[in-house]
């Protein structure tokens, strides 16, 4: 069965750079058929997708956020990233990653990472 | 960006009662080569992430009990939960896939009467 989870850490300071990988059990991110994204929701609001990775590497963004936003894949650990540059208040939300079938909709889904930005 | 807005952002319904939530597109999601509707559900339970409820508009992802329909008419799709159970208290929410950047629709609460 197909897991996903995400990591990294909690509490960000304004402008310093958010990172979260996320490890995926039970199945290969080397998959033909699938993308695997990033998808965030501040508390108590509503879903944001952030972008998208094939294995091969091949990427697509959020234009929202695309200015900040860096999405790397690791094969060999089969685990993908997420890094977001320079955030404020406004990023802090749980972060999930989710398995995506093809360029379609989200099928799996991780637990989520609550992330806060915060002096 | 494709606009999706659903409604109504809540509802309570009795249990064994019948639940429609309405999402409504800015634009069609419908691609004509496939003649389909680029269009999903999802359930999210309270404290859990979303889950997949329906794909293509009517397709109900495996596993999902059929209570839980999907329809689509032009630029209006509706999720239709024909007999509330408990455990369907959630938020609710519809994605297009049909253009980049993929948008989700603000959510609908269905609570317990």
């Known amino acids: 069965q197909l897991q996903l989870q995400e990591s990294g850490p909690g509490l960000l300071k304004p402008s310093e750079t958010l990172s979260l990988t996320c490890s995926v059990s039970?199945?290969?991110?080397?998959?033909?058929?699938?993308?695997w994204g990033w998808i965030r929701q501040p508390p108590g609001k509503g879903l944001e997708w952030i972008g998208s990775i094939y294995y091969s590497g091949n990427t697509y963004y959020n234009p929202s956020v695309k200015s900040r936003v860096t999405i790397s894949v690791d094969t060999s650990n089969n685990q993908f990233s997420l890094k977001l540059s320079t955030v404020t208040a406004a990023d802090t939300a749980f972060y999930y990653c989710a398995r995506e079938l093809w360029r379609y909709y989200f099928d799996q889904w991780g637990q989520g990472a609550l992330v806060t930005v915060s002096s | 960006d494709i606009v999706m807005t659903q409604s109504p952002d809540s509802l309570a319904v009795s249990l064994g009662e019948r639940a429609t939530i309405n999402c409504k597109s800015s634009q069609s999601l419908l691609y004509s080569s496939n003649n389909k509707n680029y269009l999903a559900w999802y359930q999210q339970r309270p404290g859990q992430p979303p889950k997949l409820l329906l794909y293509w508009a009517s397709t109900r992802e495996s596993g999902v009990p059929d209570r839980f329909s999907g329809s689509a008419s032009g630029t209006d799709f509706t999720l239709t939960i024909s007999s509330l159970q408990a455990e369907d208290v959630a938020v609710y929410y519809c994605q297009q896939y049909y253009n980049t950047p993929r948008t989700f629709g603000q959510g609908t609460k269905v609570e317990i009467k």
């Open positions: 039970g199945g290969s991110i080397s998959s033909s058929s699938h993308y």
